[in-house]
């Protein structure tokens, strides 16, 4: 709680399985002069241990935890202020964006406006989706892909690719319009240094497909792009358990010891569902509370996240729309960041007001920051149509600025405009998307 307080209130988002404080988004709030909050989440110390069988720590995950940090801290800011917040504003990435869709859905009157960014609101197909790419590449060393024939094949994409927005440099603008097959490289016969093998290309389409259910066929989650390759997990193939920090919602139905080889895309997914989704599940595109008492979305995506599909943010935009015909673009937005990894990173411009610890902040520039556009929707009523955004110099916080560019509200998508300098966001428009 600052003592330059500037009225207002914000939550932060956690990340992963929670367990621990997000210090940095906290500070970064505190800074613009917010009263901050953050929560555990209940999972505490570590996000799995605590949280094996424990149907109330997981219910802590999915939203009490955020709902009770939220009114608890009114209450508080209310003692020592002795006034309550003028406005609250909720900011978060990947589980951080799924606590923001939580709220709007089940809390409404929480927040006046949400920033979220890769949201893991559907939680459990996203999860099998990143068990589904890891074991198509995991299954045996036919389907490996070294870093080498990662490398090989991500150039295939960017060259195949780079100019379907109209711009051929070095970032994919429009994925969604790539479609080369892993074929193209498939080896005459067998495997070589310069081709991919017949494994190794349906590993690939496996995971640009995206899972399926191995009973009803159901298709689960969105593939992730192409242009996520280089993302794509190196390990060799030996190891029982499943590399990176999304194997929690696994673990904690099954335990510390689950080993990912005995996962069954049909059985095992809807024991998942059952035990989990009435917890964890935000998918619903009901937010007609949240819209009535004027409450604000604004949703942000990378094209090049090889966590949270963009294909499922999508979905969930149109998930709203369907549901509240007409309405969803007066209260949420979408802003898909090309090249950009999950919640940062990557080869395009990436900062944006995105909370990037370290990073030049924006705090007072709706043009340039998420948060300061989100405020000046909520309180002068000026909806944000574009973003610009920054890629500094080796994604480093104090290189020089590489090139600039402006991400735009879906449908729209950025577009060079054919002359001037194409590190310049003034050199692009924002157009319908084709």
């Given amino acids: 709680m600052p003592t330059d307080w500037n009225g207002k209130f914000l939550g932060t988002g956690n990340g992963g399985a929670g367990g621990v404080i997000q210090y940095d988004a906290m500070a970064i709030g505190l800074r613009r002069g917010f009263a901050v909050a953050n929560t555990d989440m209940g999972t505490s110390p570590d996000g799995v ?26 209450a508080v800011l209310k003692r020592f202020y002795a006034t309550d917040p003028t406005r609250s504003y909720f900011y978060g990435c990947s589980t951080g964006g799924a606590q923001g869709v939580q709220e709007a859905l089940k809390f409404p009157q929480d927040y006046d406006g949400i920033v979220i960014g890769a949201m893991g609101h559907n939680r459990v197909p996203a999860h099998v989706a990143g068990l589904w790419a890891y074991v198509a590449t995991q299954h045996d060393m036919t389907t490996y892909l070294t870093a080498a024939k990662r490398k090989l094949w991500a150039d295939k994409v960017m060259d195949s690719c ?11 603008g429009r994925p969604d319009k ?15 240094s310069d081709c991919l093998s017949a494994g190794q290309v349906g590993a690939l389409r496996k995971i640009y497909a995206g899972p399926t259910h191995s009973v009803t066929g ?23 358990a499943v590399s990176g920090g999304g194997n929690f919602p696994f673990q904690w139905i099954w ?29 619903s595109g009901d937010l007609t509370a949240f819209n009535a008492r004027g409450g ?18 999508l ?30 990173g990557g080869v395009g411009p990436n900062v944006f007001g995105n909370f990037r610890v370290g990073f030049p902040d924006h705090p007072n520039d709706p043009t340039q920051d998420l948060l300061a556009a989100m405020e000046q929707w909520v309180e002068n009523g000026r909806a944000p149509t574009q973003i610009t955004a920054t890629k500094y110099v080796n994604n480093q916080p104090t290189g020089p600025v590489e090139r600039t560019m402006p991400i735009c509200a879906w449908p729209k998508v950025s577009k060079y405009k054919g002359t001037g300098d194409v590190d310049s966001a003034a050199s692009f428009d924002c157009v319908a998307a084709d």
């Fill in 315 to 344: 979905n969930y935009l149109n998930t709203i729309e369907k549901t509240m015909p007409g309405q969803s673009d007066k209260f949420v937005k979408l802003f898909n960041a090309p090249g950009m990894g999950h919640c940062g």
């Fill in 296 to 313: 604000k979305m604004m949703m942000f995506q990378g094209l090049a996240d090889p966590i949270a599909a963009p294909g499922e943010t």
């Fill in 49 to 74: 241990s605590a949280v094996v069988g424990k149907m109330e720590r997981i219910i802590d995950y999915g939203y009490r935890s955020t709902h009770l940090m939220t009114t608890m801290s009114k």
């Fill in 178 to 192: 790539c479609s080369v097959d892993p074929a193209v490289l498939q080896c005459a016969a067998g495997d070589g």
């Fill in 255 to 283: 335990g510390l010891n689950w080993n990912w080889r005995n996962f069954d895309f049909g059985r095992d997914v809807d024991v998942m569902r059952n035990t989990l989704n009435f917890a964890v599940d935000a998918t």
């Fill in 162 to 172: 780079d100019a379907l927005d109209g711009l051929r440099d070095g970032v994919i």
């Fill in 218 to 240: 159901e298709h689960l989650y969105p593939g992730f792009f192409r242009g996520t390759e280089l993302s794509f997990t190196a390990e060799v193939p030996s190891s029982t």
